[in-house]
């Protein structure tokens, strides 16, 4: 896209300001009875001592009271119960305690016994709490997705009724007041260039590196539009700068109101692999569109790097033996100056460049002083831009994008595709000044390597001769040279081994006098000798 020719905000839109809004679906119902709010209209239940019949009766009322407006539901798993809960902050996923299982028993059956003055109020057993928490009824429908703004279904239709999809599993909340503009069914060449203008509108004025960042910064924003589209994992977009104030947050502010229509989640970086897979666990289980890590300053963990790259997570809830297996289906943002990336983190994640190329960029003036509000004010007019570029690529036949990338070529072909017919250029051009500014762990490996070759040639070489070039290249952390020599030994060498850098591959030859032996083959020996 020729981003100079492109139409301002308050041009772009006027494009859109004449369309008739749609009136959305009902408020949700507010559940009545419940002891203390007005006559109490709960089911009634006498508890006996036969556990299986409560447990029918118990899941009867339940199902009954969450048929016609499903709050309640399963875990894609089947193993646990949530329910969608409001917060100050918009809807959230809620996984049930035992005690706040109970608490909702309570609230929608009144519990009997019989006693010697007839029948008398009692509570729930905690057999029956726990067994009920622990086997969710099959008549409780699945929900694998929270979204709050409408996106396309699984069959490519867009879901704007609020409230539970059966086919796409996913539970629709739109923020309050929230219209949507229509659509149109068949865009035209018009239709397309207004929403590209309109989605340009408020990343205009940042200053990205080249257009492969602008493309990504608008496949970020459609990513959720289109998430069930996408069967495979989706990497991690980095906005990356030299110096706070450049603008990493609010961009992603920008994308993130855009998408959800809050602002991005307070984002942290785990200091380990455990805290990391922890934070991963609690986000996904509350159901977030989106995951971010902020002011990072290194990117790398097995955890992180399981995540971007898994359909669906698995781990233990924190404090508890259960294991939980959760969809994967959000947007993976970080922001971070001029961040060092491993190499097992740096192919799963797409860059986002920008450069102010001053001094001091916080002290900027923009056109659009409040981005953050202009994006509330004009969050419907924007949604409905990103779902004409989405009905545009449909209309198309759902081309490829041209480009694509290992381990997310149904992502790459899916944004890549949208990208392409609304006239962003550049998609995925940028992976190799990526890779070479930030992949430090690689860039690390081929120092080192090309001084091995240099000292050693193809000779068989222990820990003691490598460590003079290793401590000049490697963290080794601190102690004495034996600690130090330890660690070359036993985590980087570890790492090193069987991996191919510069044409040779890092090769364990065994022990020798009590010290492990290693030696570089060149893994094409007949073209080295020619």
């Excluded at 602002?263 to 289980?285: C, F, M, S, W, Y």
């Excluded at 449909?394 to 990338?405: K, V, Y």
């Excluded at 490598?466 to 004495?480: N, Q, T, V, W, Y």
């Excluded at 191919?500 to 030696?519: A, N």
């Amino acid at each position: 896209m020729n981003t100079a020719g492109l139409l301002k905000p308050d041009d772009a839109l006027a494009a859109h300001h004449g369309l008739t809004a749609i009136e959305g679906a009902a408020a949700d119902a507010i559940v009545e009875g419940a002891p203390g709010r007005g006559p109490d209209n709960r089911d009634v239940l006498t508890v006996t001592g036969d556990l299986a019949a409560m447990m029918r009766e118990t899941w009867t009322a339940l199902t009954g009271h969450n048929r016609s407006n499903p709050r309640l539901f399963r875990t894609p798993d089947c193993a646990s119960i949530v329910e969608v809960a409001e917060t100050e902050t918009g809807p959230t996923l809620r996984r049930f305690t035992e005690d706040t299982w109970r608490a909702y028993l309570v609230n929608r059956i009144r519990f009997m016994k019989a006693s010697k003055k007839g029948v008398e109020d009692a509570l729930p057993c905690r057999d029956l709490v726990k067994t009920t928490l622990a086997t969710p009824d099959k008549d409780l429908p699945v929900l694998s997705r929270l979204i709050t703004v409408p996106v396309a279904g699984p069959d490519g239709a867009f879901l704007t009724t609020q409230g539970y999809n059966v086919a796409a599993r996913a539970f629709y909340q739109p923020p309050a007041g929230f219209r949507l503009p229509p659509i149109p069914e068949a865009p035209t060449a018009e239709d397309i260039r207004n929403a590209g203008d309109l989605l340009w509108s408020p990343i205009s004025e940042f200053p990205f590196t080249s257009d492969a960042e602008i493309a990504h910064t608008i496949g970020a924003m459609l990513l959720p539009f289109v998430r069930d589209l996408i069967d495979g994992p989706t990497p991690l977009h980095l906005i990356s700068k030299p110096e706070k104030g450049t603008g990493a947050s609010l961009l992603c502010d920008v994308i993130s109101l855009i998408a959800t229509g809050r602002t991005a989640p307070a984002g942290v970086q785990p200091h380990n692999d455990e805290e990391a897979r922890k934070r991963i666990t609690a986000a996904l289980i509350s159901g977030s569109q989106i995951v971010m890590l902020d002011n990072v300053k290194r990117l790398e963990g097995a955890s992180l790097a399981a995540a971007l790259t898994s359909m669906t997570w698995t781990d233990r809830l924190l404090g508890q033996s259960a294991t939980v297996q959760i969809p994967v289906r959000c947007l993976w943002l970080a922001t971070a100056n001029n961040p060092a990336v491993s190499g097992e983190i740096a192919r799963r994640v797409v860059r986002i460049r920008l450069d102010a190329k001053r001094e001091d960029p916080g002290t900027r003036t923009f056109e659009i002083p409040d981005l953050r509000g202009w994006c509330h004010k004009y969050h419907a007019h924007l949604v409905a831009a990103a779902l004409t570029l989405v009905k545009a690529w449909m209309r198309a036949g759902r081309p490829s994008g041209s480009a694509t990338l290992g381990s997310y070529e149904r992502w790459a072909s899916v944004i890549g595709g949208i990208l392409d017919v609304a006239g962003f250029p550049d998609f995925l051009a940028n992976r190799t000044a990526f890779n070479d500014e930030a992949n430090t762990e690689d860039a690390d490996a081929i120092a080192f390597v090309k001084a091995w070759l240099a000292r050693y040639g193809y000779q068989t070489v222990g820990v003691n001769d490598l460590f003079s070039m290793a401590e000049d290249i490697f963290d080794l952390g601190s102690g004495s040279d034996t600690a130090r020599r330890t660690r070359l030994g036993k985590t980087v060498m570890r790492d090193l081994c069987n991996r191919i850098v510069c044409g040779v591959r890092i090769e364990d030859r065994g022990t020798y006098q009590g010290g492990r032996r290693y030696q570089l083959v060149d893994v094409n020996p007949a073209v080295s000798a020619g």
